[in-house]
């Protein structure tokens, strides 16, 4: 089994913005490593304290991920860390190195892990 880690930051504490964020940030972890329905084995997402409008498993199931576990957290309050941000662990059945995941960090979330952003 294999983690695929991503993070997104969210323009600002909606409902919509919540869901769509999740729903890009999935979109971009599921293509940038080739991921089908058939390996994803469960999704943990975590938001910051400031983004409390909407569960982001919600986007999830929206793209038809209806039979996956998931599950969504808090994300621990840190002083200064960057606010607005959704993380998602994607747990995968697939034999590889760990080398050869991509993570995906996107708009300001880009600063968490400036060593896996191209």
Do not use: W
């Not at 943990?44 to 409008?53: E, K, S």
């Not at 993570?103 to 600063?111: F, T």
Request: charged share 25%.
């Amino acid at each position: 089994m294999k983690g695929i880690r991503g993070a997104i930051t969210v323009g600002k504490n909606s409902r919509q913005q919540i869901i769509d964020s999740a729903q890009i940030l999935l979109k971009e972890i599921f293509q940038a490593n080739n991921v089908s329905q058939k390996e994803i084995v469960s999704i943990i997402f975590t938001c910051t304290v400031d983004l409390d409008r909407a569960y982001p498993a919600v986007g999830a199931r929206q793209m038809g991920l209806d039979y996956i576990p998931l599950m969504c957290y808090q994300e621990m309050k840190v002083q200064e860390s960057l606010a607005r941000c959704l993380r998602i662990m994607v747990y995968i059945e697939r034999d590889c190195s760990h080398r050869d995941i991509e993570h995906v960090y996107l708009r300001k979330a880009k600063k968490l892990r400036p060593d896996l952003v191209e």
